[in-house]
């Protein structure tokens, strides 16, 4: 089992910044890739930024360059630095790791609202 536990979310006017953390307890962090994903109001759920158990981060094509995923693992935690937000940024953010055992087990955090005004 892993728990997930986001803050860092708010309002913020374009041009923007806010940082998002996610605080991860009961498995092996080190051993996760962890992601954050995003859902709009009407949309699906989307990747925005993953993080894997060597340091390779991979970004949707509409924040790149503008979005930094980063994790210590010594304080069990992902980060999402969000740089340049834009209103089309508004969504839930939400922390995701996946724990690698037979099979691939998806746990998620309760999600944190980032509005962005214009």
């Known amino acids: 089992q892993v728990q997930l536990v986001e803050s860092g979310g708010g309002l913020v006017q374009a041009g923007g910044s806010l940082r998002l953390s996610c605080a991860a307890s009961?498995?092996?962090?080190?051993?996760?890739?962890m992601g954050w994903y995003r859902q709009a109001p009407g949309k699906q759920r989307e990747l925005v930024a993953l993080?894997?158990?060597?340091?390779?981060?991979n970004y949707a094509d509409s924040v790149k360059g503008r979005f930094t995923i980063s994790r210590d693992n010594t304080k069990r935690t992902v980060y999402l630095q969000m740089n340049s937000l834009k209103p089309e940024d508004t969504a839930v953010y939400y922390c995701?790791?996946?724990?690698?055992?037979?099979?691939?087990?998806?746990?998620w955090g309760q999600g944190t609202q980032v509005t962005v005004s214009s």
């Open positions: 009961g498995s092996s962090f080190s051993r996760n890739d």
């Open positions: 993080i894997t158990i060597s340091g390779s981060t």
């Open positions: 995701n790791a996946k724990v690698y055992t037979s099979r691939v087990n998806d746990y």
